[in-house]
């Protein structure tokens, strides 16, 4: 039997699998080029592409190409899900996006818009809590100025004027705006918001270190800092979201920001 390639090895365990129970589902195949509809796995086999479904469709793999650093060139659909197949780009980039963020964000999930990735990482928090048997934990906690898509469900945690909130009153879910821990004083009324809806927070979500779309609104990494032990204190998720053109490159807020105040997920538009 043909042992499976290094990368798909070293890249496996830093993927999230799509639509699959990480403790049950069955490893994807590797997968090293493609030709015409034919797929070529790593063991020797070919597939027949004959699906033609956006989750199962590879880039055209092209081995003999690669980019400036030594990453696997692809060309077609550049990203695409991993579930039943996986490949060199997506395994390795999330490999390498690991690595550069650090401090315990050991997995990527491949989505196709900042607003997603952010919808991504709140669904995440919300089934966080179902699975432990609690219910009702669906709101988040997030600040004035801030940006985190422009869907409806990534538009009701972003500023409520810049949000434009009340003109789709009704459309949107309803979280707790507030704002950032900018002192103690703020710190102390964060503690007092998160306490009066305990049961119903699943989550905190900050731009780290600068709200883009509100105005390049910068703060110190105290705040940060602050946000961890507030969502220390009431066990709740920390999500630090990058989802405008502005934001810092991953790795930069991690670093930047320091073991103290270390998101649960963060979620990002681009690398």
Not at 78 to 90: G, S
Not at 161 to 167: I, K, R, T
Not at 194 to 217: F, S, T, Y
Request: proline letters at 7%; charged letters at 20%; a positive charge.
């Amino acid at each position: 039997m043909t042992a499976d390639p290094d990368w798909f090895t070293e890249g496996l365990p830093h993927v999230w699998l799509p639509y699959a129970q990480m403790k049950t589902a069955l490893a994807p195949l590797a997968a090293v080029r493609t030709h015409g509809a034919r797929i070529v796995l790593a063991d020797g086999r070919e597939l027949i592409d004959g699906g033609g479904e956006l989750v199962d469709r590879l880039p055209r793999l092209q081995p003999s190409a690669h980019r400036r650093g030594g990453a696997p060139a692809a060309g077609g659909h550049a990203a695409c899900h991993v579930r039943r197949l996986a490949h060199e780009p997506a395994l390795t980039l999330a490999r390498r996006l690991c690595a550069l963020l650090g401090n315990g964000l050991g997995r990527v999930f491949f989505s196709d818009s900042g607003s997603v990735a952010v919808e991504v990482a709140m669904k995440m928090a919300v089934q966080f809590w179902l699975n432990q048997g609690v219910r009702g934990r669906t709101k988040f906690v997030a600040f004035r100025g801030g940006y985190h898509g422009d869907t409806l469900a990534t538009m009701a945690v972003c500023d409520p004027d810049e949000g434009m909130h009340s003109l789709f009153a009704g459309a949107l879910a309803e979280h707790l705006i507030v704002d950032l821990p900018r002192d103690e004083a703020g710190a102390a009324a964060l503690d007092a918001v998160l306490a009066r809806h305990a049961g119903e927070v699943a989550g905190i979500l900050v731009e780290p270190l600068v709200q883009g779309a509100g105005g390049m609104i910068f703060h110190e990494p105290q705040v940060l800092a602050r946000l961890r032990a507030a969502a220390d204190r009431h066990g709740l998720l920390l999500i630090s979201t990058r989802s405008s053109p502005v934001s810092a490159a991953p790795g930069r807020c991690s670093r930047t920001s320091g073991p103290g105040s270390r998101p649960t997920s963060s979620p990002s538009a681009r690398p």
